[in-house]
């Protein structure tokens, strides 16, 4: 075969290359070579028969396992099952009502296990009460604890730092956190239920979700965690990514959502960082009873430091020493906040900051072709104005209703204020749908017209209704829901995959139907089936190097493909066709990289293949409209094109990683976007703007891919661009980013973009670092179930993948050598005289050897073993002689 030549034409040129090694060496090691090959020889390789064609790569088969380990129908359904299993109600209201009890406690706060003092330091104490008191009547219950000074934060740091504290076993760290996943947390659901409740404060059913969300989110990070460390014993394709270890991860739970703290930690701690959990006052006292539980899983004291500190009482340049001397911010929270504490952290010199935050988004109801006063259309509305007091950062700020329907913003306003909630204030009255405090309002509120203040985020059970077409109004780049009510759902999902929003919800309501109703609002899906926020780079209400919740490019952050090594000369691998723009582009990297970067597009491929998004078993959604039950949702998790911002400064010229984003553009399996490359590139009166090599591949990249071409005279203006950009500016392969201008990194910031240095060498991280997650959701009745699953499907087909797609790689088998025996050092040939020859020797490499042809033994007829022999003899006794 083909194969078998290239490998023995391989052998022949290893071969002339010793001869030519020899050739100009000295006499005494002519013979030396002369001997060993008469010899009789104690190693050989030979080929061994063929074998049957594999069906698929090494790779692909381990990045399937990868896959579903924590993405497949069953481990999904799995995880379900643990994280939804009902908490012991009883436990939980008994709990409750013994945190609301009355009383007064002062918490112990300690620092690298030692406790502060608060007679110290300057140090101030701070009191708080529980929200709501027993009942929902007046608040008797009061805790106080000691804030943290400056000096105190610093300690943290520094010490741990100093040290370089870390967990030196990923398996060990996968050990603990899972004993705390299924011992502390799920094995004491019904305590985090009643603290979520107390101190949210939260009506039970809300604290229930809370804690399932969280729950399965932890059992998806620690699956992937657990998959790569198997992956890494068996069959050696993937390994854990610890990008985080020794370095310092400040995080900070958002003021409603207590949990997305504690799931920010433990994927932090994954990840290898040092974690500084700074709380507000009054989630404080749960905070420091999950502190607790992880140290007696195991935990090393001092990985997990945690401080009360979000608070007015707190002195601001406690956290600001936080912010200057942390290695990353996660966050999650409003945007303002988010933005103001990057770019504090810039303005204290931090300018190598790691950061992410889920932000809030401006998120819109849009009625095509159904009325607001369909019972579904109404429920779900208003339920998207309504959940969780409007404090989600889902909740919905705008109804766009269709005036062809007949529908004005007074029918809007009346149907949705119409739509009847149990309201209450009683924290263990399970049946609420809505928890009512002091500081918000009791009841919708649907405005007609734009107030004085303008449209913004409400923070409260208040929406604007507006017709299509109309302003105000906003687009899905604000967005981290976006839902769509249609007569067909196939009506519904066209519309909706054309947003930017993170999550889409589709629904159907057939004209003329007489119920039962699903019904949707601008949030409901859950997680293990869903992701959340994973539109990085599409949306603004996304922010910094944030992948999204539950999405794969998350869970894969601790995973990465290992690095070439001897597996490769055995293991099955793809080879895919590159497209003629590819070829072209492939001219652009040097012969060694042409060859490295064409396994490497291969590898991505595979990975793309291996993680080719699913439609979910059907689960429970909101309530139906008409009819006992539960909306059923059906999701896919659709994989989206990154959208890319590239930088080439003056005087760069083309940089390699610039040419591999556009080759992994040309050949992703994903319908691309247009690449937004940025030059800066002064005026030059009578010269040339760019020249060969970045002039024609700017051509082939500007005609042949679409990418948009930006030339700024200076940083400045580009710095204005991106303030003005219509999508957070990603930038992708910049070199070293501390020192470009602070107007720009600002710029950046303050726009919720971020700005990654160089390409990731793996095709795992490849795959994360090019792509974003959308999540497609319909919500439907029983018998839509089928319906549903086939507009998703077909939906993927037309609007996420490629239009002409690539043709199956071929599946290499390298082959295989049967080494019998011997090696380096194996015989007994004398090798003194290895030391006779001089680097200064001329070799066949550089002049012909015009005695070599005569001396080529290879070329003789093949001796008797007897004739062998005496010419062994023979040799032997000339070169005695």
């Not at 705390?180 to 305590?191: A, N, Q």
């Not at 930038?731 to 990654?756: M, N, R």
């Not at 994360?768 to 319906?787: K, M």
Request: aromatic residues 6%; negative net charge; contains cysteine.
């Amino acid at each position: 075969s083909s194969r078998l030549w290239i490998s023995a034409h391989c052998c022949l040129r290893r071969e002339g290359k010793m001869r030519a090694i020899f050739a100009g060496g000295r006499r005494r090691a002519a013979v030396s070579l002369h001997r060993a090959r008469l010899a009789k020889p104690v190693a050989a390789v030979r080929f061994v028969a063929a074998t049957p064609k594999p069906a698929s790569s090494a790779l692909v088969e381990s990045a399937r396992k990868l896959r579903d380990a924590f993405h497949s129908h069953d481990a999904i359904a799995e995880i379900a099952a643990e994280a939804d299993a009902p908490v012991d109600r009883t436990a939980s209201l008994e709990r409750l009502s013994r945190e609301l009890a009355a009383g007064e406690e002062t918490l112990e706060v300690k620092v690298l296990d030692k406790a502060l003092d608060a007679s110290e330091g300057g140090r101030k104490t701070v009191s708080i009460t529980t929200p709501l008191g027993p009942g929902g009547g007046t608040p008797v219950r009061t805790v106080k604890m000691c804030l943290p000074n400056v000096e105190d934060i610093s300690k943290i740091i520094s010490k741990r730092r100093e040290g370089n504290w870390r967990i030196e076993k990923p398996e060990e760290l996968a050990e603990t956190l899972e004993k705390y996943l299924k011992d502390k947390f799920v094995g004491k659901g019904s305590d985090h239920v009643a603290l979520l409740a107390a101190w949210g404060p939260k009506a039970v059913p809300d604290a229930e979700g809370e804690f399932a969300e969280v729950a399965a989110l932890m059992a998806l990070q620690l699956n992937a965690y657990k998959a790569a460390l198997k992956s890494a014993k068996e069959d050696f394709q993937f390994e854990i990514h610890r990008a985080g270890d020794g370095k310092e991860c400040l995080v900070m739970p958002p003021s409603n959502f207590a949990l997305l703290g504690l799931k920010d930690a433990f994927h932090m701690l994954l990840q290898g960082f040092r974690v500084l959990l700074v709380v507000q006052p009054r989630f404080f006292p749960h905070f420091q009873e999950v502190q607790r539980d992880f140290e007696e899983c195991g935990l090393p004291k001092g990985m997990l430091e945690l401080v009360p500190g979000i608070t007015p009482e707190a002195d601001p340049e406690v956290l600001h020493e936080a912010l200057k001397s942390v290695d990353r911010l996660q966050f999650t929270g409003s945007s303002a906040m988010f933005k103001s504490l990057v770019l504090k952290a810039y303005e204290l010199g931090n300018l190598r900051l790691e950061h992410a935050g889920e932000v809030s988004g401006l998120n819109k109801v849009r009625l095509d072709g159904v009325s607001a006063t369909h019972p579904a259309a109404a429920a779900g509305s208003a339920w998207a104005a309504m959940a969780n007091n409007g404090e989600l950062c889902t909740s919905a700020s705008l109804v766009e209703f269709d005036p062809k329907t007949g529908d004005s913003a007074q029918t809007v306003k009346s149907a949705l204020e119409a739509h009847t909630f149990r309201l209450g204030s009683d924290p263990t009255d399970a049946g609420l749908n809505v928890l009512l405090r002091d500081s918000k309002t009791s009841n919708l509120e649907v405005l007609t017209e734009e107030p004085a203040g303008g449209f913004r985020e409400w923070w409260e059970k208040t929406v604007l209704a507006v017709p299509q077409g109309s302003a105000p109004n906003l687009r899905t780049n604000q967005s981290l829901g976006h839902c769509i009510y249609a007569p067909t759902i196939e009506r519904a999902l066209s519309a909706g995959v054309k947003e930017d929003a993170s999550c889409i919800y589709c629904v159907g309501v057939p004209e003329g139907s007489s119920g039962p109703w699903a019904r949707a609002g601008t949030t409901g899906c859950k997680l293990p089936e869903s992701v959340f926020g994973g539109m990085k780079t599409h949306t603004f209400a996304v922010a910094g190097d944030h992948d999204g919740v539950g999405s794969v490019q998350t869970l894969l952050n601790t995973v990465k493909r290992r690095g070439p090594n001897w597996r490769d000369q055995e293991e099955a691998y793809a080879e895919y066709e590159l497209t003629e723009t590819a070829e072209d582009l492939l001219e652009f990297l040097n012969p060694r990289d042409q060859k490295t970067f064409t396994k490497t597009i291969s590898s991505v491929l595979e990975i793309f293949s291996a993680f080719q998004p699913e439609v979910s078993k059907p689960y429970g959604g909101q309530p139906l409209v008409g009819a006992e039950g539960s909306s059923q949702l059906v999701t896919l998790t659709a994989l989206r094109p990154a959208r890319k911002n590239l930088l080439i400064p003056r005087g760069v010229g083309l940089p390699d990683d610039i040419v591999k984003v556009a080759l992994l553009c040309e050949m992703s399996p994903l319908r691309e976007l247009p690449v937004d490359l940025h030059m800066i590139s002064g005026k030059q009166a009578g010269k040339l703007r760019v020249t060969d090599p970045l002039k024609s591949f700017l051509r082939v990249v500007e005609k042949r891919l679409g990418w948009k071409l930006h030339w700024h005279d200076d940083y400045e203006q580009l710095t204005t661009a991106v303030r003005s950009a219509e999508y957070p500016p990603y930038f992708f392969c910049i070199k070293d980013k501390h020192l470009l201008p602070i107007e720009l990194l600002t710029s950046v910031a303050e726009q919720g973009g971020y700005l990654y240095e160089g390409l990731p060498s793996d095709a795992l991280s490849l795959f994360r670092y090019v792509t974003a997650t959308q999540a497609w959701t319909v919500s439907c009745t029983e018998g839509q179930v089928d319906e549903a699953t086939t507009c998703l499907q077909k939906m993927w087909g037309e609007v996420g993948l490629r239009a002409e797609p690539h043709a199956p790689p071929e599946v290499v088998k390298p082959i295989q050598r049967d080494d019998i025996g011997g090696g380096f050092g194996a015989s007994n040939l004398d090798d003194k005289d290895w030391g006779d020859l001089s680097d200064d020797d001329t070799s066949s490499d550089d002049e012909p050897d015009k005695s070599s042809d005569s001396k080529v033994e290879a070329k003789k007829p093949e001796p008797t073993p007897k004739a062998d022999a005496e010419k062994a003899g023979g040799a032997a006794t000339t070169k005695a002689s």
